[in-house]
């Protein structure tokens, strides 16, 4: 592990991996450097893979107040690290801050995004209009759990039987140890509106993945977003779902970056 501090003075930790062209691993809600571990692995032989801690998960640290604008910095900081450039994997809600980085004028050589959360049909409602006070209450009244299984609920859509039999899964506890950063994934990404603003603004090329067995907020997500971004392809992962795949997504990343 080593770590680099943010324009904030916030310790972010990050594994570098690999030499090559540099790649950031951006994650999404619920996730630290651990999600993306695998597919770092994968890359690694052709690539230097640069796989963090968003700020507040795992070995980062954070700083409050929160801004999206601070999470912007932290990538900044890690493409500093990366030699002043890198390409950027979004997962996710990852998906959306490394979109809102590209936007910035971040140096992003290549932008991938799998499976970013945009609504742009009626296929999913949109969340409430204070679903970050919600959560940021819960949080602040040490109701975790609460907090966990409210995202769950609303954002992620998974259905209550469902979410009573996950309360006891192994990996809860490491659900409810980040559960103050839905919060940010909530600032990060908003109502679900695609930001047409932005993506006029963002010239990098861009892979859209979505995979084939994702929920359908996916699939309009990805076509919209290579029809509106200036220079993007899409691409369906077939049998695969929102999870990540490191195999048939590296070989994706791997073809896209290579060229």
């Known amino acids: 592990m080593r770590t680099t501090t943010s324009a904030?003075?916030?310790?972010?930790?990050?594994?570098?991996e690999g030499h090559g062209p540099a790649i950031i691993m951006v994650v999404g809600a619920f996730n630290t450097r651990r999600t993306t571990a695998p597919l770092a692995a994968v890359l690694q032989d052709r690539f230097k893979v640069i796989n963090y801690?968003?700020?507040g998960r795992g070995d980062s640290e954070d700083t409050p107040p929160y801004a999206v604008e601070r999470e912007i910095d932290d990538i900044e900081a890690l493409i500093a690290?990366?030699?002043?450039?890198?390409?950027?994997?979004?997962?996710?809600?990852?998906?959306?801050?490394?979109?809102?980085?590209?936007?910035?004028g971040l140096a992003i050589s290549k932008l991938v995004l799998y499976d970013?959360?945009?609504?742009?049909?009626?296929?999913?409602?949109?969340?409430?209009?204070d679903f970050a006070d919600q959560l940021a209450e819960l949080i602040s009244a040490?109701?975790?759990?609460?907090?966990?299984?409210?995202?769950?609920?609303v954002a992620v859509g998974i259905p209550e039987e469902v979410i009573v039999q996950m309360r006891h899964a192994p990996f809860r506890p490491a659900m409810e140890a980040i559960a103050h950063t839905l919060v940010y994934d909530v600032k990060i990404t908003g109502d679900l509106t695609l930001p047409t603003e932005l993506l006029s603004k963002i010239s990098t090329p861009t892979l859209v993945i979505h995979g084939e067995k994702s929920p359908p907020i996916m699939h309009g997500a990805a076509r919209e977003l290579a029809a509106q971004l200036p220079d993007a392809t899409s691409q369906m992962l077939q049998g695969e779902g929102h999870d990540i795949s490191p195999e048939a997504t590296g070989t994706l990343l791997a073809e896209f970056l290579s060229n």
């Open 53 to 55: 801690d968003r700020r």
């Open 81 to 104: 690290e990366a030699g002043g450039s890198a390409a950027v994997f979004g997962y996710s809600s990852g998906a959306t801050l490394a979109l809102r980085g590209a936007a910035h």
């Open 8 to 16: 904030d003075g916030t310790t972010i930790a990050f594994d570098q």
């Open 116 to 129: 970013a959360p945009f609504l742009v049909d009626d296929s999913y409602p949109p969340p409430p209009a």
């Open 142 to 153: 040490g109701r975790r759990g609460d907090a966990v299984e409210l995202y769950q609920r």
